[in-house]
């Protein structure tokens, strides 16, 4: 800083040198910005469909869950059940129920009697390629767009 006595200040080159830092900086700030978007998105997104999930199986436990397999279910972005097919759903969640032998250990046969509920779901923001896609196959034949999550109902 050398200048004229008595005055202070920064030289133009140091001025310049801080506003290039601070701009590099600041893009790379700025370039995280849509990764922490994203992430926000499918945590939410996962969020919202463990939600249903969890809804559907005390549904199951509760409730008849044979009746409750044989419809199709719509559900809004914060995972919260929906009348009918609105223009607002985000979530369609198709059920299966498939009998279940449980085998306790021993060289015996199991005991049969509970039913493991498969639940599949299928966002609006990410569609199935094929949208008439049904239960009726194997889980590994589902789109890979849909979510598949199960669980067993021991009663």
Not at 75 to 98: C, H, I, N, P
Not at 126 to 137: F, I, K, L
């Amino acid at each position: 800083m050398a200048g004229l006595p008595g005055r202070s200040g920064f030289s133009l080159v140091e001025v310049v040198l801080s506003l290039g830092i601070m701009s590099f900086v600041l893009v790379a700030i700025l370039g995280l910005v849509p990764l922490g978007l994203a992430t926000l998105r499918e945590s939410m997104d996962a969020t919202a469909r463990l939600h249903i999930t969890q809804t559907l199986l005390n549904e199951g436990y509760s409730g008849d869950p044979g009746a409750m397999a044989a419809n199709t279910r719509y559900f809004d972005e914060y995972g919260m059940a929906l009348a009918s097919q609105t223009d607002e759903w985000r979530y369609k969640v198709k059920m299966r129920l498939d009998g279940l032998t449980v085998s306790h250990g021993g060289t015996g046969s199991g005991m049969s009697g509970g039913q493991t509920l498969v639940v599949a779901i299928e966002s609006r923001n990410n569609p199935a390629t094929d949208a008439n896609w049904s239960m009726a196959v194997p889980v590994s034949d589902l789109p890979p767009q849909v979510r598949v999550y199960s669980a067993v109902l021991l009663k």
